[in-house]
């Protein structure tokens, strides 16, 4: 058997890649199905189930299966150390269709400890998108005492030549990895999830992963002028941190600087949230859980670019300081900002992160995630991220990247007419959109605002890209590859554009 580098493990889902037959190599089957004019057809394997006097064509037939991607047919077996054969579906067996088929295998294991398919044989992208998606549709987060042992352990593909997908499935399990980590992060109750807890999390995976770390406590923080997070994080009793992670290899010239959102949990301040609009507050780091997973992974995966991550964590709550509706802060950097919304607190984190990066590291690129608005979802719904750029190159970059890791990010305007809704008679800037004028769009209002920071007047225009994951960074349900709860959205997307 022909085994990843190091042995990849992810959440007691080993993948590999072996030759010889099918039967054998696990205790579930899945063998691939293809539509085709005259009915489904099984596919490579499907001796396997002819061995266990099983007449597939006859099987897919009576149930009308179509040999579309993610539809399994299974078939019990229970003899020859094999529990049952999975007939799954693969479509027009492009990287998205086998997304949605090992998403299916995984979910549907059947019960076996060892699920083998013939599904792929030699197409390194299809290996890819097949291994990842059924290791993140394998994830589980429970802090329950007790907890049922997993019983699903290994996916193996058995192929021609193993050596042509293990470069792709080593890349499918360090991305799973990361996807898995921030899923954990954004999962993590945000009593134990503190400010404080974050950054020791982030220094502690730095060490951990050959990154270099700088955190800033509250008086660091003070000293060195970051108004936006010490006023989001004034109501709280955890006082609020930045740390900042750094990626430099030898030899790298592209400066690339990411920057997460990390409210560890978010009230609305005394601009008070509803208890419903509050239970998933937990998961507003998730910007930043993309960003610190992302980093982690960048050596596994030989990113060559410099990149830097900045992440400000604080605690949005509705303390006796408390940031109050027309309060006056001073972002970093000196613009100064007219607060009218304490929930629109995760911007003027950002904006300080923003506007440091670029007068002080110098960059080629920054791309900020967070989950910003609940606005994005009006247009888009809970399957697209919105993606805004001032730079036409890298939103495709962004674009495509999202593409071939199954994320999906939708370019959304930087409408000119909507910027003077944030002019303030007493400040630089107001932090939410006027509320006399009629212009709604309160996704596009907020990346305007972040514009200002991102490229403030009378810098250097720097190619700048956000993304707006309010909708996708939380699920309410399985499907595919994604699990109910935090997503993860945002890490295959970045380390597919880093390694691009």
Do not use: C
């Amino acid at each position: 058997m022909s085994g990843l580098r190091e042995g990849a493990l992810i959440m007691s889902l080993r993948v590999e890649a072996t030759t010889g037959p099918l039967v054998g190599a696990g205790d579930v089957l899945a063998v691939p199905v293809h539509p085709g004019d005259g009915g489904a057809r099984a596919g490579r394997g499907a001796d396997a189930v002819a061995a266990f006097g099983v007449d597939a064509a006859a099987l897919l037939a009576s149930r009308e299966a179509t040999g579309s991607a993610g539809e399994v047919t299974e078939v019990p077996v229970a003899r020859d150390g094999v529990r049952a054969v999975l007939l799954v579906g693969v479509g027009d067996a492009t990287p998205a269709a086998m997304r949605k088929a090992g998403a299916a295998v995984a979910r549907r294991g059947s019960g076996g400890t060892t699920i083998a398919t013939t599904a792929v044989d030699g197409d390194a992208d299809n290996a890819r998108a097949f291994a990842e998606a059924a290791a993140l549709a394998a994830y589980s987060f429970s802090r329950r005492s007790t907890e049922k042992p997993r019983t699903l352990t290994a996916l193996r593909f058995v192929v021609d030549a193993p050596a042509a997908v293990e470069d792709a499935l080593y890349a499918a399990t360090a991305t799973a990895d990361a996807v898995h980590l921030a899923r954990d992060l954004a999962q993590t109750p945000s009593l134990e999830k503190s400010p404080e807890w974050m950054a020791d999390r982030a220094a502690q995976i730095a060490g951990d992963t050959g990154l270099t770390a700088t955190v800033w406590d509250e008086r660091r923080l003070a000293a060195d002028g970051f108004g936006g997070i010490l006023a989001v994080g004034r109501g709280s009793a955890r006082p609020p941190r930045l740390v900042q992670l750094e990626h430099a290899p030898a030899g790298a010239t592209e400066h690339v600087v990411l920057v997460g959102k990390g409210i560890t949990f978010d009230t609305g301040g005394l601009s008070l949230k509803p208890l419903d609009g509050m239970k998933a507050m937990k998961t507003d780091m998730a910007g930043s859980a993309a960003v610190l997973a992302t980093m982690s992974a960048l050596s596994k995966l030989g990113v060559r670019r410099r990149v830097t991550a900045l992440l400000p964590f604080a605690e949005n709550m509705p303390g006796a300081a408390a940031n109050r509706p027309g309060d006056v802060i001073r972002q970093w950097g000196g613009r100064s900002v007219e607060v009218l919304n304490t929930d629109a607190e995760g911007r003027l984190v950002l904006a300080d992160a923003l506007a440091y990066a670029v007068a002080r590291l110098s960059p080629d690129v920054i791309v900020d995630i967070a989950t910003l608005t609940g606005a994005i979802t009006l247009g888009l719904g809970r399957r697209h991220a919105g993606l805004y750029s001032t730079s036409p190159a890298l939103e495709r970059a962004l674009v495509d990247a999202g593409a071939a890791a199954g994320e999906r990010l939708w370019p959304m305007p930087l409408v000119e007419d909507y910027r003077d809704s944030l002019d303030s008679p007493i400040a630089d800037l107001r932090n939410i959109g006027d509320p006399d004028k009629t212009y709604q769009g309160g996704s596009i209002v907020a990346a305007l605002f972040l514009r200002e920071f991102a490229n403030p007047p009378g810098a250097v225009a720097v190619p700048w890209a956000h993304l707006d994951i309010a909708g996708v960074g939380r699920a309410d349900g399985d499907e595919d590859e994604v699990t109910k709860g935090p997503t993860g959205f945002g890490v295959r997307t970045l380390l597919r554009y880093l390694t691009a």
